[in-house]
């Protein structure tokens, strides 16, 4: 039982230690290949995320997750047209603006992305994009997009939060750099540390006690 406490102890220690790992940073969304071919060409080429690239992807409408990626293909918004909207590669993001859109993690670095709109460019062509913290806001930047793609420069980080707001309708978002830093340990894990430490202390004193 001592002996198992302690390598418990000695591997919550190293895990303490051991630098927090963190997600890939350049995101083209090349690397997804399941699409789901539905019956209608509106929904073909589609691949909805939830947790991916170390970040969880919800938003909309009672949190529902509406950021989808396509492949060349049929678009979301005109269902017959072929056209690559990819920025590079073949892969794109598009997202549907529907009360606000959220990229959740725990340490977030949101550098930049390259995004424009999808479908018809109308007066509510501006976004907001805002970083939070512990529900504080810590940044924000708005941007006026149009039916072409542009550099957006965002440069947040130590967010737990990415919310983007407006237009309504569809956002196209690619090569977006981000990253995010792993979980601090859970509480268990202090635990452990600190049962197995005062066993090796317990074992030492008894050690010299017999001596």
């Known amino acids: 039982m001592m002996k ?23 995101i083209g969304f090349e690397d997804i290949t399941d699409f789901t071919h539905a019956s ?19 938003g909309g ?20 047209d072929s056209a690559n909207y990819a920025h590079s590669g073949n892969n794109y993001l598009s997202a549907q603006m529907i009360e606000g859109l959220y990229i959740r993690g725990t ?36 941007f006026t997009l149009s039916d072409t793609y542009q550099f957006l420069d965002i440069n947040f980080s130590g967010a737990d939060t990415i919310a983007i707001n407006g237009p309504y309708g569809n956002l196209i978002v690619d090569d977006m750099v981000l990253t995010n ?22 074992a030492a004193r008894r050690k010299r006690t017999a001596a």
């Open 107 to 142: 340490d977030i670095t949101l550098t930049s992305m390259w995004a424009r709109l999808g479908g018809t460019v109308t007066d509510y062509s501006n976004i907001t994009v805002a970083a939070y913290k512990d529900g504080l806001q810590i940044g924000s930047k708005s």
């Open 4 to 26: 198992k406490c302690f390598t418990a102890g000695l591997f919550a220690f190293a895990t303490l230690l051991a630098p927090a790992a963190s997600s890939a940073a350049d």
């Open 181 to 202: 830093v792993g979980p601090v340990p859970e509480p268990g894990t202090y635990a452990m540390l600190l049962a197995g430490l005062g066993l090796v202390g317990f």
């Open 40 to 58: 209608s060409p509106y929904d073909s080429y589609h691949h909805l995320l939830d947790t991916a690239y170390g970040v969880r992807w919800t």
């Open 61 to 80: 409408r009672y949190d529902q997750r509406l950021w989808s990626v396509y492949a060349p293909g049929p678009s979301p918004w005109f269902p017959y």
